[in-house]
């Protein structure tokens, strides 16, 4: 035994040496990831030592209950900002075009703008040479309130297409 230890001395004292340096690295990491993980809670064991038990635990859950009140508040804010969407035009559709076979360029148009629940409108612009002229049409759950022209109808429906993007 003592010829085996004898004649592999050198290699066991560099394996005892390189187990001794992975330990060293290891314990330098997990010293790193604990003084980590205990920085969040220096604050609360600071005011443990300042003021107890009793006074840092009832500081701390007033902390949770201004946050719990916090973001019932953020929440409510949300929901009426979504509700309040409901009412805004997002869906678009957008026809130019031309009206009268004298006039080119796509001067006419008939733009339709429809909210989330498919209620909006169609406003068409007809421009001729010495004259222009207006229409507009009411749109509720996405069904107009008369019949509409081929451009109006590409509008309606590039508006709802919009939607469901």
Avoid: H, W
Avoid at 106 to 120: I, K, M, W
């Amino acid at each position: 035994m003592n010829e085996l230890v004898s004649s592999n001395a050198a290699l066991l004292i560099s394996a005892t040496f390189i187990l001794a340096a992975a330990a060293l690295v290891i314990a330098i990491i997990l010293i790193y990831r604990l003084n980590r993980l205990s920085k969040p809670f220096a604050a609360m064991a600071e005011m443990y030592d300042n003021a107890g038990t009793r006074e840092s635990l009832s500081r701390l859950l007033e902390g949770v209950d201004e946050n719990r009140e916090f973001l019932k508040k953020q929440s409510d804010r949300i929901s009426a900002i979504t509700e309040a969407l409901n009412d805004f035009y997002c869906g678009m559709g957008l026809i130019r075009y031309n009206a009268f076979d004298d006039i080119g360029g796509n001067q006419s148009y008939s733009l339709c703008l429809l909210t989330p629940g498919r209620d909006g409108f169609i406003l068409s612009s007809l421009v001729a040479r010495n004259s222009a002229r207006g229409y507009s049409i009411e749109v509720n759950n996405g069904a107009p309130s008369r019949e509409l022209s081929d451009e109006e109808g590409q509008a309606l429906q590039e508006a709802i297409n919009s939607l469901k993007n």
